[in-house]
């Protein structure tokens, strides 16, 4: 019998390390050759990382949610007929100690004296359905900032006031909550859940663009009557190509103005002071999976047609709903397009995809009374709402963006007339 060690292979150009989402083995797991280990995450792409020896599970390198360096331990494998091979050094923590003469265990020192609880309070009335906790301002304060709820703590002061000491007892978990109102079952369960995988790089990205960029927002409506009768036309004619949705159609638009607009399509490196400007468009097409918000993108729009940038869509939309895409086409996108779809609602406030300066984001679409020809008629209308790096951006501008793509869009014989 011999021991394999099975390090974390590279896995890309440039990546030192990643972090491991999902384990397919478990110690003590018979596994052939090819079989999946582990599943690990770099940037956006979850890569399996299969077994290069048939054998027996001995020891698992880390747990779901570590992250691993490139060349680090990610398995122990037992290989029948197979020599010992030789591992990277373990960790200080994993190394064992020298062979030494054995020794007499040590005594167990004395465990600390156990330091009483307080007592809860008792004896104390239930608080009657409907009545409002008697508390001061400052109780009040506190129990807000602390998430509590006044109504389920039991107050020791006179007339059931609650305390700071109620407070104090309740946060020590000794003192007692209310009970539930009557004929309601309170649920106090509480689920930890693990921030890993995808969901953890959203986290970050998240928490980095709001750090980085002085967001501003722009919410401009679209009459998209026009739009919609020459998307159905061509949707009926042409049965042999892919069917058109909005999305191809504000994909031109924003083609055509970031031409006027070239500061829109634009990565800001704000830690050494340079904006790139780049004369491809990459559009980023924010997209929900069962795993979380991924971005695949679209390279080179503007060198695109219509159908060609509904194809090019729908096949990056289905490659990451599948977890197929491939690493190149979740990144390098230069702008944005994010849209909730019929959940759209009437207004939102995206994030900017940093390092990228621009965002656009599709609103739901609703049939509208509006004001035209001095009188109310019915219109198909959806609200753009676009965020900004207002560092890069002047307000100005980005409403003279937007409102380059509403009139490309109320007017959609321009986005084929101008390209």
């Not at 037992?78 to 990277?88: F, I, Y």
């Not at 020794?103 to 307080?118: G, H, N």
């Not at 700071?164 to 106090?188: M, S, V, W, Y």
């Amino acid at each position: 019998m011999g021991t394999r060690v099975v390090k974390l292979p590279d896995i890309g150009e440039g990546v030192a390390e990643a972090e491991l989402v999902g384990w397919h083995v478990k110690v003590g797991d018979v596994v052939r050759e090819e079989q999946p280990l582990a599943e690990v995450m770099t940037d956006k792409a979850t890569v399996e990382i299969p077994s290069p020896v048939a054998g027996t599970i001995l020891a698992l390198g880390g747990e779901v949610g570590s992250t691993l360096a490139v060349g680090g331990e990610l398995v122990r494998i037992e290989v029948p007929g197979q020599p010992d091979r030789a591992t990277a050094p373990a960790s200080p923590a994993k190394q064992e100690a020298p062979a030494t003469e054995p020794k007499a265990p040590a005594p167990p020192e004395p465990a600390p004296p156990q330091q009483p609880r307080p007592a809860a309070r008792q004896g104390v009335a239930p608080r009657p359905p409907g009545e409002r906790p008697i508390a001061s301002p400052a109780v009040r304060l506190r129990a807000r900032e602390a998430g509590i709820d006044l109504r389920q703590v039991h107050g020791s002061g006179p007339a059931g006031r609650i305390l700071h000491e109620d407070l104090d007892a309740l946060l020590r978990g000794d003192g007692p909550a209310a009970p539930a109102p009557a004929g309601r079952g309170a649920d106090t369960r509480v689920e930890e859940i693990k921030v890993t995988g995808l969901r953890r790089r959203i986290a970050e990205r998240m928490a980095e663009a709001t750090r980085r960029i002085a967001h501003f927002s722009y919410v401009e409506e679209i009459d998209l009557n026009a739009l919609e009768e020459l998307r159905a036309a061509l949707n009926a004619e042409t049965a042999e190509r892919p069917k058109l949705t909005l999305l191809p159609f504000l994909m031109l638009a924003v083609v055509r103005a970031v031409a006027d607009f070239p500061q829109m399509n634009a990565l800001y490196d704000d830690e050494a002071g340079v904006i790139r400007r780049h004369g491809g468009v990459h559009l980023g097409i924010a997209t929900q999976t069962a795993s979380g918000l991924v971005v695949p993108v679209v390279r080179h729009a503007e060198a695109r047609d219509l159908w060609g940038c509904a194809a090019e869509l729908r096949r990056l939309s289905e490659a990451a709903r599948a977890g197929q895409a491939a690493r190149e086409e979740l990144g390098g996108s230069t702008i944005t397009i994010t849209s909730l779809g019929a959940l759209g609602g009437i207004a939102s406030t995206p994030v900017v995809n940093w390092p990228e300066v621009a965002i656009i984001g599709v609103n739901r679409m609703a049939v509208r009374p509006m004001w035209i020809g001095g009188g109310v008629v019915p219109r198909k209308m959806m609200n753009l709402s676009s965020s900004f790096d207002h560092r890069v951006i002047d307000g100005y501008d980005a409403a003279a963006f937007v409102q380059r793509i509403k009139g490309l869009l109320e007017l959609p014989a321009r986005i084929f007339l101008e390209g």
